[in-house]
């Protein structure tokens, strides 16, 4: 971004000490394009300003499990977690502080989230990250760093993806599919024979954002015995491990494309699975055949989280090793648990509006209301609060508000439906 300079303010003003002068010390000088505001944050912000002013929002934005408040701030805490948190407080005296950790971050997490998804054997090259974000990010900047400068994109997708593409330096081409369904993995695999160079393909592994749908088996196939052979990158972003469909079933696409022998990098977060969003939990990787390409990776590793932020958080990687060292049985039944709730809200939905139900059907936390922007709008007016696509987040709904959800949407529907002539349609 280049900025240009420009001459330098100064505005008087008057105040309580009497006048003043304010000068501008950067946009006087220099001139910056217009900031966007984040839809997804912006969407929450006006939840929380109704939470603020005393009402009690139905707050569908943000992608947190949360407990019966429905509050994004009060995210549900796994017992497992808890457990593994209490358990390293009694234990404190042998508990190593708060140090920076290793630029790989910390080996028992990494090892945890290597067993999880590949199985402990796998050679792998790895790094913890702050967050599935940075696991993301620093998978990008390896793949440009590789001599990759253009990734096809599937959308709709996770709004965060462009932005951490455009960071990387990387171009990219979105494919769209009919939607509510993600493009096939046909359309993919026809954008990238037409590049006369290889590409980098951006995908999610499970519980689609925003959607909720995803591949079926025989299309990772398809997809799979597509890229196998050639020079081109998948990165695998899996954000939702064992929301979908199970912890097993979930790391399904990964094992498939590593077994296709794909070049593989892997984007992986524990902040959903776990609970531990604001302790910033990811991990990165890339499937290699030797312990010299993982030494050099690890290398490349290391020196990208330096110039990025130097080390991922250490907390919540040590909680993440203790779960699944120690109560990983617990853990694995508690988020079955969370996963039958949020099925059960998406029967629900589907059950109160059939005529939607191809949007509805899938997995995991998301779902797209097919409703216009009039009609977002209306609900936010009654406290009902979604991204400005009619993303909802299912998992920050409590059951016990579902009826007065699907009550006020109806009431909106139908209320905009017998507006007069000229009023937008729901």
């Known amino acids: 971004m280049v900025l240009r300079r420009t001459k330098m303010q100064s505005h008087s003003c008057a105040g309580a000490a009497g006048s003043c ?195 079926t088996k025989e299309q990772w196939r398809v997809f799979a015995d597509g890229v196998s052979g050639s020079a081109h990158i998948v990165l695998l972003d899996c954000a939702y491990q064992g929301l979908s469909e199970g912890v097993e079933e979930d790391r399904a696409p990964a094992l498939l494309l590593r077994e296709a022998g794909v070049r593989l990098l892997f984007a992986g977060s524990s902040s959903k699975n776990h609970g531990v969003y604001g302790l910033r939990v990811g991990w990165a990787c890339a499937v290699v055949s030797s312990p010299e390409e993982e030494r050099q990776l690890e290398q490349w590793y290391r020196i990208l989280t330096r110039r990025m932020y130097s080390t991922a958080p250490t907390f919540g990687q040590l909680i993440v090793a203790k779960v699944q060292e120690e109560y990983q049985e617990e853990w694995r039944r508690q988020l079955g648990a969370v996963r039958t709730g949020t099925d059960r809200k998406r029967r629900v939905l589907r059950d109160a509006f059939p005529e939607w139900a191809d949007s509805i059907e899938g997995t995991g936390l998301f779902t797209m209301l097919p409703l216009s922007a009039h009609a977002i709008a209306r609900l936010q007016e009654d406290d009902v609060f979604l991204t400005h696509d009619g993303r909802v987040n299912l998992a920050g709904i409590p059951l016990g508000r579902f009826d007065e959800f699907l009550r006020k949407i109806r009431r909106v529907r139908e209320g905009i439906t017998q507006s007069p002539a000229g009023t937008p349609a729901g």
């Open 21 to 215: 002068t304010l000068r501008t010390v950067f946009l006087g000088h220099f001139s910056l394009p217009e900031a966007l505001q984040d839809a997804v944050f912006a969407a929450a912000a006006n939840a929380q300003k109704a939470r603020d002013a005393g009402r009690h929002p139905i707050d569908g934005t943000i992608g947190v499990l949360t407990d019966d408040r429905g509050d994004p701030a009060h995210p549900l805490i796994f017992p497992c977690v808890r457990q593994a948190i209490d358990a390293m407080y009694h234990d404190w005296e042998r508990h190593p502080g708060f140090p920076y950790s290793p630029l790989l971050g910390v080996t028992a997490y990494r090892e945890a989230m290597k067993r999880l998804v590949f199985g402990a054997e796998a050679t792998v090259a790895s790094i913890s990250a702050a967050g599935g974000t940075a696991a993301v990010a620093l998978n990008l900047h390896l793949a440009k760093l590789m001599g990759i400068g253009r990734a096809i994109l599937p959308v709709p997708t996770w709004p965060n993806h462009r932005q951490l593409l455009e960071g990387s330096g990387l171009s990219y081409t979105e494919i769209k599919g009919a939607m509510p369904h993600p493009p096939s993995p046909e359309q993919l695999l026809a954008a990238a024979r037409a590049s006369k160079d290889p590409v980098l393909f951006l995908l999610q592994a499970n519980a689609h954002n925003p959607t909720g749908h995803q591949w």
